[in-house]
């Protein structure tokens, strides 16, 4: 799925198509904008991909939310999970955070991508993604390691 009025820019890494059960969430380690990152996608050699890079002024998307994209460290998170890139910095605040994203287009993306793929808006812990690989919500790049 191309989400319908985001710009799109088409990145290079990726690896067939599959179901998806999860978006999964990182932040990119660094303070680049989105538009850079999703750039920088489009050439990258070194296999990392994602669907989607956010910043504080807008969402771009890189891959079809159906196309696998490499990004979690593992088979079954690259596989199943969209891959949403926050731009910024893990040592940051949570009020910096807050101010460094553009949580209502992150929303309205975030609804699309859950009603197309029927992802429900929850958090999934790391005992129930242990007890079901395939469990449908939310984590975290570490959730999936």
Request: glycine share 6%; charged share 20%.
């Amino acid at each position: 799925m191309k989400v319908p009025g985001i710009p799109f820019i088409q990145g290079r890494n990726r690896y067939g198509t599959s179901t998806k059960y999860a978006i999964a969430v990182h932040c990119t380690a660094n303070t680049a904008p989105a538009r850079n990152e999703a750039e920088y996608a489009a050439r990258r050699t070194d296999g990392v991909s994602a669907h989607f890079f956010i910043d504080d002024r807008e969402v771009i998307q890189s891959l079809d939310t159906n196309d696998i994209a490499g990004h979690a460290g593992s088979t079954q998170g690259n596989t199943y999970a969209i891959a949403v890139e926050f731009t910024g910095l893990a040592t940051w605040s949570r009020a910096k955070w807050m101010s460094s994203i553009a949580w209502e287009k992150t929303a309205e993306v975030f609804a699309a991508v859950s009603r197309h793929h029927n992802i429900p808006p929850v958090r999934v812990t790391v005992a129930e993604m242990k007890a079901n690989p395939r469990v449908r919500g939310a984590y975290d790049h570490n959730q999936m390691r």
